[in-house]
């Protein structure tokens, strides 16, 4: 059964980094591509980037200078680590695998 | 970027109604374009990949096509479980992109 579970901070400050885990099971990340996306309150979805089952990563031109995405294939892993956040990327945060979905983490810019 | 836009935004329908939501691309996409459903509060749920291809488990009343650059999702009847947000998604390029979204709700 494949499953993806978001995990991290609720709260980040402004201008600080968030780092989110995305646990999966049930696949392998060598052989699947795994994307976060992001949906501000009240707001569509915004696809945040993806890192590909060779390892390549891509990022929505918008963030690609905050943002890097990572993995460690031998605890099913996926990270998200994005820097000098500010109260636009307030959002629920899902990793996804498209045909699944974690269930989101919100995340909330704020002093 | 590829640019992904949506109509209409929102629409109201009657139950048993035919109803189509349309996104189009501003370069080829093939046929690389997801439809996604959402409700409050629940993450998204793929409904049509490859643009016409049914994903796993979703009623047989949603189908997807394609005319050029212009992608459609239709339900052939509505029904009440069908009110939701629906998004479009274009893969071809490795920059992915969502549609603004259509806001379904019962008339």
């Known amino acids: 059964q494949v499953q993806l579970k978001e995990s991290g901070p609720g709260l980040v400050q402004p201008s600080q980094t968030l780092s989110l885990t995305c646990t999966v099971s049930?696949?392998?990340?060598?052989?699947?591509?795994v994307h976060w996306v992001r949906q501000p309150p009240g707001k569509g979805l915004e696809w945040v980037g993806a890192i590909w089952s060779g390892g390549s990563t891509d990022y929505n031109s918008a963030l690609k200078s905050r943002l890097s995405i990572s993995r460690d294939t031998s605890k099913s892993q996926v990270f998200l680590k994005m820097n000098s956040l500010q109260t636009e990327d307030t959002a629920i945060y899902f990793c996804t695998r498209l045909d699944s979905w974690g269930q989101g983490v919100m995340v909330t810019v704020s002093s | 970027d590829i640019q992904m836009t949506q109509s209409p935004s929102s629409m109201s329908a009657s139950l048993g109604d035919r109803v189509t939501i349309t996104c189009r691309a501003s370069q080829d996409i093939g046929n690389y374009l997801s439809w996604f459903q959402q409700k409050p509060g629940k993450s998204p749920r793929r409904m049509i990949y490859?643009?016409?291809n049914l994903a796993a488990g979703v009623p047989s009343r949603f189908s997807g096509s394609r005319s050029g650059s212009d992608y459609s999702l239709t339900i052939s009847s509505l029904e009440s479980e069908d009110m939701a947000i629906y998004y479009c998604?274009?893969?071809?390029?490795?920059?992915?992109?969502f549609g603004a979204g259509t806001k379904l709700e019962l008339k």
């Open positions: 490859g643009a016409t």
């Open positions: 049930g696949f392998s990340l060598t052989s699947n591509s």
């Open positions: 998604l274009q893969s071809i390029q490795y920059l992915n992109t």
